[in-house]
């Protein structure tokens, strides 16, 4: 029998939802793959015997409550996508709140905290606290837009960006981890730098620093390789 990976994938929801259905009739509240798996096995099947886009989507909401679940589940699933086969080609199933209140819902109050809520301390969180930091001016001499991330070792920029590489040696923007900073062309901006933590070992890249630029020991030879470059500001 040779089996496409789709078909593959539908014989593993199958396995989950009978795995979930057996819980369920011992009486065991279901978890948020188990309470998954059972609705998407039931709107695949229900493809299968023909029903619309429409019926299913209604249905979808209609085969588990918050009665047949654990605490803070219904929150983890406030909506569920289904990829389903229908006699014109495959459509997509998409249902919101999929756990509805069940006859019980009163004993099953949605808990103050849920599974994976995100609980900030009090106070502001300090960006790289007590590391050295510099500010300077940095202009894009290019035709294009420069963008720079979080981490990226500032003294190896883009070539067409020009400030003072020697003071960015072994820094980065001060700027939360993911952000970047943009220079549109002809734009003059000013950022500030903080050192790299650790180490400040540096690799890859444009290959300028290719070790520690912590010491400052190996930023003569980094200059000369970005002159040769033709980085600005080298």
């Known amino acids: 029998m040779l089996l496409t990976p789709t078909e593959l994938e539908r014989l593993t929801i ?17 978890n948020c793959p188990e309470a998954i798996a059972i609705i998407v096995d039931d709107i695949l099947e229900g493809a299968r015997d023909g029903r619309t886009v429409a019926e299913l989507i209604g249905f979808g909401s209609q085969i588990l409550t918050s009665d047949d679940v654990l605490p803070g589940v219904a929150a983890l699933m406030p909506m569920i ?58 202009l894009n001499t290019g035709d294009r837009p420069i963008q720079v991330g979080s981490h990226f070792h ?25 952000t970047a900073v943009r220079f549109e062309p002809g734009e003059d901006k000013e950022v500030t730098l903080v050192a790299f933590g650790g180490s400040g ?34």
Request: glycine letters at 10%; a positive charge; aromatic letters at 6%.
């Open 154 to 178: 500032f003294f190896e920029v883009n070539r067409a960006l020009e400030f003072d590489r020697a003071l960015a040696w072994g820094m980065h923007l001060d700027i939360a981890a993911g």
């Open 201 to 234: 070992e540096v690799f890859g890249l444009n290959r300028l620093a290719e070790g520690s630029t912590a010491d400052g020991a190996g930023l003569p030879d980094a200059l000369i390789r970005a002159r040769a470059a033709g980085f600005r500001g080298a």
């Open 14 to 30: 199958f396995n989950a939802a009978e795995l979930a259905r057996r819980r369920r009739a011992r009486g065991l509240k279901l």
């Open 81 to 138: 996508q289904v990829e389903a086969s229908f006699p014109d080609g495959t459509k997509l199933v998409t249902v919101h709140d999929p756990i509805r209140p069940g006859p019980d819902a009163a004993k099953h109050a949605v808990p103050d905290r849920v599974p994976g809520e995100i609980i900030p301390a009090d106070g502001r969180i300090e960006l790289s606290p007590g590391r050295r930091r510099a500010t300077l001016r940095a």
